[in-house]
């Protein structure tokens, strides 16, 4: 047999074409003590790539608090996983697929929720809600449409065929996504704590198991590509898209998890990024051993596949599992009734290498430890993170402003219009749990909430489950920004009810190696760390996503936050919609001082300026739990929290909601009054005003009586405009947008 | 009183419908892989939502071909009571169990949302419970789901009272709510024989407590009644 001593035909050159620098050439170089083949330089630059090897973000990522008694398990496996009670866990994590969703949107976003169900349901969790965040460019840009046609198509082609409800998410227009749109991906799953998997675990001399759809040559490199920057005239040296197939990912769901009712399994992992290489290696080193492939074994759907292409294909829907030895029989039974391929495909060794066989040939031998532990740190330099323009706040409030016709403006700009057209094409209903899903007008589950919220099957008990993340605002302040995403995600759980456990993030960025990229990095992850810690809401998975950008023009900073609740019964959850006239209407936490980066500002007056609001931490903490109190005595009758457009926004939206039940305003203010963008805020509406006004007095609680729900038109100021017109006007824009009228 | 609901590879709302009948009968239905080739010992069997096969070629298509297929004909010409919905109402159509066709849905995109039905024949079989309040609530969550009829098929089912449920609006107007292009406003209809019923929406989403209503219940009343 040749050994890959005798294909030492790799060049730095060649390095340098596949994202090793000279530097990390040479590290190579040490650690093999010889030149690399031509298949082991393909593996070190995948592992070594930002994508796999988070080389510019590990450092600061360890900033982020990750413990807490509940959680079960922290960042470093396919998922968290959190304690639920009764035995149960919820295993989550978000992940983007951003670059390949641009190329090819349909077949980016489909592999990019494809992969987040698969990380869950290899820890032995079946998911039971998918969420997204998403990011476009300017409606007026040409590929805007295209893109989010592809894209929404993409995540419902995925998630329906999966049977998975996609119950919530955000989407924003904005022209720094111009070249880079955002496809995060969510997705939450149910396990007993008792049926766990992880990637660790494994023991020398054990079989390894090759899972799933066959190896073909798609998206070889495909971790690569996610981690360089876009210019202008190269697309065609991308690689291809990987294609996804969710038929046979619901086989391998079912298949797996009938697995995992049996005690077969050692270790499992499934093949991401990177595929057969992370997946293969990722068991290597957290069972502290080595692997041998026997390459020629591995399901192929093309013909003359050389090892090279094996270990980077991307090829979707498969997984790699180390069986107690014995087992196979057993286990392909079940792999068999339900059509999937299943073959050994080698043997975990105790030497700690990675050796490939294939034609005869080894290609590759390569020691694992240093493949893992010497890859590239940076401690990239930071510079300053850009400032935004300022906003002459003495200028507001402006002189006889017509509040209504800034209103008007606000509910139909393509931030705040409604999404109904994306997610009325979500399967938000299968699994019949899902007791509120997106939206605000007539949503699919009949309520509207600030997090969407899945129960439990056999329980009373409910996750409340958010995406956030408010890029203008961590644009203008990184720090601030990043705080900002996770107390949103507090409030929005806790608007339900529900208590908030844990978090996973998903930290998109432009280029790193930019010192003012860098800073907005460090400032969003230092932001992130702070709330999580402030508010005992743990960081328990995530993904980084970096290079965000074309031609040297960055995203936004986009770290979006993934937010899970439990509510222990879910007919105490709260919705968003007024449900009776004659309530009083309270403002919590405070009025609004600041139009710094409202949407207010960049809508009604075309400028994207000032300061991004404050976040007060321990005033977000006490709020929350002022107003989960107030649900659990049932004491309140809607809660929506104040975010983007401000007071006036959130009460037009509770009055949209129920569709028939208006408010009457009884407060005079200005328009930095009803449109700042204030934080640790939420209106509530109750049948008891006094005891609710008592009970903040005495907690000291900011409380203001805004007015009281009445009628079928929202009244302020002497004006009144009806809830069919406010909902008509929220209704038409993106609807018509994608018709292209 | 025994149900089978018969598990395709890309089934995903048997979970639902299992949930539904269980609520309304108290009895847990049974679910039968695709692969067994005998349902001589049910009352009832259901063909729930999904993807069977993917939905590749065409939804339902490979499904018609499955094993248990010759046996759910043979149960069809028996009498046995079926009920197939969404998915499940694919594969009648593709068996030509039921008559007709259906498309892609007219927008071309797939939608999930509530619609409101009306049972245009509530003195026969499934849906006799429906007669006082003949106007339901319940979901929809296909991308095929256009019933085609041509004036044949349609004057035939029209002759023989089969059409079981119309698209409406909330005051059971059915010249009003069409979600997908459905010929007539079509949603669901029966075998000449009234023992089995297809349709596209969901009345299993619209049976538990937790559910956006419960209107979905008289009619799983209306198909378990007088069974065993």
Redesign the interface.
């Known amino acids: 047999m040749t050994n890959p001593a005798q294909k030492s035909n790799s060049t730095p050159e060649l390095a340098a074409e596949y994202g090793l620098n000279a530097e990390e050439y040479q590290m190579i170089l040490d650690i093999l003590e010889r030149t690399p083949s031509f298949t082991e330089l393909g593996i070190f630059s995948v592992m070594w790539s930002e994508h796999c090897s988070y080389k510019s973000s590990r450092l600061h990522l360890k900033k982020l608090p990750t413990e807490a008694p509940w959680v079960i398990q922290g960042p470093g496996e396919n998922a968290g996983v959190i304690d639920i009670g009764d035995g149960q866990a919820a295993i989550f994590k978000m992940e983007s697929h951003n670059h390949p969703s641009y190329i090819e949107p349909y077949q980016g976003a489909t592999t990019g929720v494809g992969g987040i169900m698969r990380d869950i349901f290899t820890m032995g969790g079946r998911p039971i809600a998918n969420m997204n965040a998403l990011r476009f460019g300017d409606p007026s840009h040409p590929k805007t449409r295209h893109l989010v046609d592809g894209v929404v ?1 993409g995540i ?2 995925y998630g ?4 998975v409800p996609t119950v919530g998410g955000e989407t924003n227009f904005h022209k720094s996504y111009n070249g880079n749109i955002l496809v995060n991906a969510m997705t939450v799953g149910l396990a007993d704590q008792d049926k766990i998997y992880y990637a660790r675990g494994a023991e020398p001399d054990m079989p390894i198991v090759y899972i799933g759809a066959k190896t073909g040559r798609d998206g070889i490199h495909g971790a690569t590509m996610a981690s360089a920057e876009f210019g202008d005239g190269n697309e065609e040296n991308r690689p291809t898209v990987q294609v996804g ?4 990912e ?2 391998l769901l079912e298949a797996c998890l009938e697995l995992m009712q049996e005690d077969m399994i050692v270790s499992i992992q499934d093949m991401g990024a990177a595929g057969l290489t992370s997946s293969s290696v990722e068991i290597a080193d957290k069972g502290g051993i080595g692997v041998i492939l026997e390459l020629d074994d591995v399901p192929q759907r093309e013909q003359n596949m050389s090892a090279y292409e094996l270990m980077l294909s991307e090829s979707q829907e498969r997984m790699l599992m180390i069986l107690k030895p014995g087992s196979e029989e057993d286990a392909k039974k079940i792999f068999d ?3 999937l391929d299943f073959a050994v495909i080698g043997r975990t060794t105790n030497d700690k290498h990675l050796k490939l066989n294939m034609y005869g040939e080894c290609w590759c031998d390569i020691p694992v430890p240093p493949l893992v532990d010497k890859s590239p740190i940076y401690d990239r330099p930071q510079g300053e993170a850009p400032k935004p323009d300022p906003l002459d706040e003495t200028g507001y409030p402006l002189p006889n402003n017509d509040l209504f016709e800034a209103l008007k403006t606000l509910l139909s700009c393509p931030d705040m219009a409604s999404k109904r057209w994306i997610w ?10 899902t ?1 509120a899903s997106s939206g605000v007008i ?1 949503t ?4 509207a909430a600030d997090a969407a919220l899945v ?1 439990i ?1 056999g329980h009373t008990k409910a996750l409340a489950i958010t995406t956030d993340c408010t890029p203008r605002y961590c644009y203008a302040a990184p720090f601030e920004g990043g705080k900002q995403a996770v107390a949103e995600s507090y409030r929005n759980i806790s608007a339900t009810g529900a208590t908030p456990l844990a978090i996973t993030n998903n930290l998109n960025f432009g280029n790193p190696e930019r010192p003012e990229i860098m800073a907005q990095f460090v400032g969003g992850i230092e932001g992130i760390g702070a709330a999580s810690k402030a508010l005992d809401y743990p960081v328990i998975s995530g993904n980084v996503s970096l290079y965000n950008e074309t031609s040297g023009e960055a995203i936004f900073p986009t770290p979006v936050i993934g937010g899970v609740g439990l509510i222990q019964d ?2 105490k959850a709260m919705g968003l919609s007024f449900n009776a006239e004659g309530e009083a209407i309270l403002l919590i936490g405070g009025t609004g001082t600041d139009l710094g980066q409202s949407l207010y500002i960049r809508e009604v007056h075309n400028a994207e300026a000032g300061n991004a609001p404050r976040v007060d931490l321990g005033k977000e903490k006490e709020n929350g739990a002022f107003i989960r109190k107030l649900i659990d005595n049932k004491e309140i009758t809607a809660c929506h929290d104040v975010s983007d457009g401000g007071l006036l926004l959130a009460i037009t939206e509770m009055a949209m909601a129920s569709k028939a039940i208006g408010a009457k305003i009884t407060l005079e203010q200005d328009e930095v009054f009803w449109f700042a963008e204030n934080q640790a805020r939420y209106v509530i509406t109750t049948k008891d005003q006094k005891n609710i006004i008592d009970q903040c007095t005495q907690e000291s609680i900011e409380c203001l009586e805004v007015g009281h729900t009445h009628l079928n038109t929202l009244e302020i100021a002497g004006q009144t405009l009806s809830i069919e017109a406010l909902i008509t006007l929220n209704e038409h824009w993106l609807k018509n947008y994608m018709k292209g009228t | 009183m025994k149900t089978a609901i018969i598990v395709f590879p890309g089934t995903n709302r048997e979970k639902d419908m299992a949930d539904a009948i269980e609520a309304v009968s108290g009895q847990r239905p049974e679910f039968i892989w695709h692969k067994e080739t005998s349902l001589d010992n049910y009352d009832l069997i259901v063909l729930p939502g999904g993807f069977s096969y993917g939905d590749y070629l065409r939804c339902g298509a490979m499904a018609a071909h499955s094993p248990i297929m010759k046996e759910l004909l043979r149960q069809a010409e028996r009498g046995t009571r079926i009920f197939g919905v969404c998915n499940g109402f694919q594969m009648l159509i593709e068996t030509q169990i039921l008559p007709g066709a259906l498309l892609r849905n007219n927008s071309l995109k797939f939608i999930c949302k509530h619609v409101h039905l009306k049972a245009e024949n509530t003195t026969e079989s499934f849906t006799h419970k429906l007669s006082n309040t003949p106007v339901i609530h319940v979901p929809i969550a296909h991308g095929d789901g256009n019933y085609f009829a041509n004036d044949n098929i349609l004057d035939d089912i029209k002759a023989h009272t089969q059409i079981a449920f119309r698209y409406c609006d909330e005051n059971g107007d059915t010249t009003q709510g069409n979600p997908n292009g459905s010929t007539e406003n079509i949603a669901g209809i029966y075998n000449k024989r009234k023992t089995i019923l297809g349709m596209m929406p969901h009345p299993e989403n619209a049976t538990l407590d937790h559910h956006e209503n419960l209107s979905g219940v008289g009619l799983f009343q209306g198909i378990l009644d007088g069974l065993g």
Not at chain 1, 160 to 163: E, F, L, S
């Open positions: 198509a419902a082609g329906n065929c999966m049977g197939d969710p038929f046979t619901k086989l009734k339900w059509d009325e094409q979500y399967d938000s209903l299968v699994m019949g749990e007791t007539g699919q589950s009949g309520t129960k099957p879910h007919t």
